[in-house]
């Protein structure tokens, strides 16, 4: 608002006071010529508040009048004049677009009177890349502007183009959706001639925004899945795996979903060859899940074993997402019958199979792992006194036996309610008496022996090493043991031990230690002493060590006090002198990839210049002497209780940032000058900006990190330095690219 009125009151000067039009453009362009960032939605608002001075505003800015004006108040030849400042902006540079790539201010160009022009650009054969960077323009106005009827049969035309950027068909698809509203009869086409290979789809792209504007109502699910195939290209996440994994399931209802799963089930060998798809799958597992909710009771036994091969791999394993497995399993639980009815359907195919019970076994599959009905193991009985099949009524016997020994859908079953059955059914006689008793084969027992000899061992070297630590318990007590010592605790406070396996640090500490609350506490108390001992190692021997790739033993037991402390009293670590702290923080920051609890936050906030002279010594000797990543860089960078150390430590790491340093430094690079952007004196920030592009040495990629930050901090001076240099070779331009990615 304020820039409109402020446009509307400059707009008066100039038309009714006299004020040179010629004056106030020279106060608000820089010196390439191009309007100051900052004044661009000034400029534009003048162009539309001032009408007589429009053309010569339009050539400074067409961008910005677009995008930080309203041209929908110009007429058509000014309109045509806007295009043609786009058109030239492309010309210099096609993605002239990308620091703000908005799509919505384009409808103030779009009107009726516009459709010449409209088809004039959208005909042309041209394929430069300006021609294509205006098109998209066009494009961009069609799809959110006034809709113009007449241009349906240019943007079909545009989308059978397979010449154009993809993009721009994918949009001319769009805006021509938009126009044809309930009318499918072009998208028909379109999908038809896909089909049948006559229109290019390299991605997919196409066919997904039809599909996603077909269904159901033009596509409906008994024929959506002829559509269904492995995606063209498996590395894109487009409109197409969106709408096999989204709209398609958020749009079908009721009996959608049966006819759905009807389709899919003719469909497995196409989720087989992309079963390890997450879209694919998670279609597959939640289309099975809602079509069983919403359909199951409705259908036969038959169906509905169909349907649940949808979910399994080739060799009939479940491979669908625990949640959507859930679903069916809640489903089954709810329903014994239909659990027993669909096992019994699939057992049907077991008749004459080589293999009986690995065939049940793959029945069983079918139902998801479902809780097994109480009555299961009655249910077999039944089934194994009428089958008709011998090897299938015995598997169904050895099953009903085995409910039985399991207690698991054992309802109304008993030992002796089984020799009862069996008396009845003689020729079961000889598999009760094999499932009754067993001789148990060498390798369990071997399997026992080593079980055993294991947990002696256990237990022998669990009682050695207790025995040890309350031999030192008073030496560990009072943080004075030797650091091993000490360090073999911390490693078990930290989970570093097999033998030390828990959730919290008192958990892992209780494991090692034979749940002895004395060693425990013991240790727990060494930790915090640990923190007073007068052989602690300095800020460069720690550095030195961590150069040298190894450790001081007194390192693990010192952060683990520090851990201690800061839970229940973190002003008592403010109180530590300055040098104590500074070790800790050096051992925090060597200790794998530095943690960062509330003890730390404290000291960044209290006391920030103790970090400040740790990190800055660290981050320089580590960024000159070995390729890695230093751990507290990223915090200065992105986290709010960190902005006093970054403020402090910033520039100066910065200053010294070895010129030709490897690309392995790049993230150390990236959160350094994250951190300078926002916490440093701007100008003091921009003068080493200045002076590391003055550096001739400079690294491709280095020199890339700081065009950049020029560009943010000074846009008008660094960004048509950095055009420049980015057209200069191909590295460079992908050295620029990948740090926008």
């Keep these: 608002v304020s820039e409109y009125l402020a446009a509307r009151y400059l707009s008066r000067l100039v038309t009714h006071a006299g004020l040179p039009i010629g004056r106030v453009i020279s106060l608000m362009v820089g010196a390439d010529g191009g309007v100051v960032s900052g004044l661009r939605g000034l400029h534009a608002w003048l162009a539309v508040c001032a009408p007589l001075h429009r053309s010569v505003l339009i050539a400074n800015d067409p961008l910005g009048i677009v995008l930080y004006g309203d041209p929908s108040t110009f007429s058509v030849s000014e309109k045509v004049e806007v295009l043609a400042g786009l058109h030239t902006q492309a010309k210099e540079y096609a993605g002239f677009r990308w620091h703000q790539w908005a799509a919505l201010p384009f409808a103030s160009l779009c009107s009726p009177d516009m459709a010449v022009e409209f088809r004039r650009i959208l005909t042309d054969d041209s394929r430069s890349q300006s021609d294509q960077a205006l098109v998209d323009c066009v494009i961009d106005a069609l799809n959110h502007g006034e809709p113009i009827g007449e241009l349906e049969s240019t943007l079909l035309n545009v989308v059978r183009e397979a010449d154009r950027w993809a993009g721009i068909r994918r949009g001319a698809l769009h805006a021509y959706q938009r126009l044809a509203n309930t009318d499918a009869t072009g998208e028909l086409q379109l999908l038809q001639e896909i089909v049948d290979g006559q229109l290019d789809d390299t991605d997919d792209e196409l066919l997904g925004a039809l599909l996603e504007n077909l269904y159901p109502d033009h596509v409906g699910p008994n024929s959506i899945l002829d559509f269904l195939h492995v995606p063209k290209d498996q590395h894109l996440l487009g409109g197409y795996l969106r709408f096999w994994s989204r709209t398609l399931l958020n749009k079908t209802e009721g009996i959608g979903f049966g006819e759905l799963l009807d389709q899919l089930a003719k469909k497995r060998d196409v989720l087989e060859d992309h079963r390890r798809d997450f879209h694919l799958r998670a279609m597959a597992g939640k289309l099975l899940s809602t079509g069983i909710e919403e359909c199951g009771d409705d259908v036969a036994d038959e169906r509905l074993l169909t349907w649940l091969s949808v979910g399994l791999d080739k060799y009939d394993h479940p491979n669908i997402d625990s949640k959507h497995s859930r679903r069916i399993q809640e489903w089954f639980d709810k329903r014994p019958d239909r659990y027993k009815g669909v096992l019994g359907t699939c057992a049907k195919g077991c008749t004459g199979s080589d293999n009986v019970r690995y065939c049940l076994f793959k029945c069983l599959e079918h139902l998801y792992r479902a809780k097994c009905p109480d009555d299961l193991g009655l249910w077999f009985l039944e089934q194994s006194e009428s089958a008709k099949c011998k090897d299938l009524g015995h598997q169904y016997f050895i ?42 084969p060498e390798w369990r027992w071997e399997q026992a022996t080593q079980a055993r000899s294991s947990e002696e061992k256990r237990e022998k070297s669990l009682g050695e090493r207790t025995q040890f630590y ?31 396996p828990g959730d919290s640090p008192i958990e892992r500490l209780q494991n090692f230690l034979g749940f002895e609350v004395e060693l425990v506490q013991g240790a727990l108390s060494g930790f915090r002493q640990s923190l007073l001992r007068d052989d ?34 973190v002003d008592q670590i403010l109180s530590l002198p300055d040098t104590t702290l500074e070790r800790l923080v050096c051992f925090n920051y060597t200790y794998l990839s530095g943690r960062e609890d509330s003890w730390l936050e404290a000291i960044a906030t209290h006391r920030p210049e103790v970090i400040a002279r740790v990190l800055e010594e660290l981050a320089i000797r580590l960024i000159r002497n070995a390729d890695t990543n230093v751990a507290g860089l990223y915090s200065i960078a992105t986290d709010q209780a960190f902005a006093n150390v970054a403020a402090q430590i910033a520039i100066p790491i910065l200053k010294r940032f070895p010129a030709r340093a490897g690309k392995g430094q790049a993230s150390n690079l990236q959160y350094l000058l994250e951190a300078a952007i926002k916490h440093s004196d701007p100008d003091s920030f921009l003068r080493l900006v200045a002076e590391k592009l003055n550096i001739r040495g400079l690294s491709v990629w280095q020199r890339a990190y700081w065009l950049a930050c020029g560009v943010v901090k000074n846009p008008e001076e660094y960004g048509p330095i950095a055009r420049s240099w980015v057209k200069q070779g191909r590295r460079r331009a992908e050295a620029m690219a990948s740090l926008l990615h």
């Design 536 to 569: 602690l190692p300095t800020v460069k021997e720690i550095i030195d060590l961590e150069l040298d790739e190894r450790m001081h033993y007194i390192r693990l037991p010192c952060i683990a006090g520090v851990e201690e402390i800061g839970r229940s009293n």
């Design 470 to 500: 309350r031999d030192h318990l008073e030496s560990i007590r009072e943080g004075i043991a030797h650091p091993r010592i000490l360090h073999e605790l911390g490693a078990a406070y930290f989970g570093h031990y097999y033998e030390a």
């Design 399 to 440: 099953d009903a036996v085995t409910c039985l020994f399991n207690d698991s859908g054992a309802q109304g079953m008993s030992l002796e309610g089984l020799f009862e059955w069996v008396g009845d059914h003689p020729a079961y006689k000889a598999e009760l008496e094999a499932q009754l008793c067993w001789e148990i």
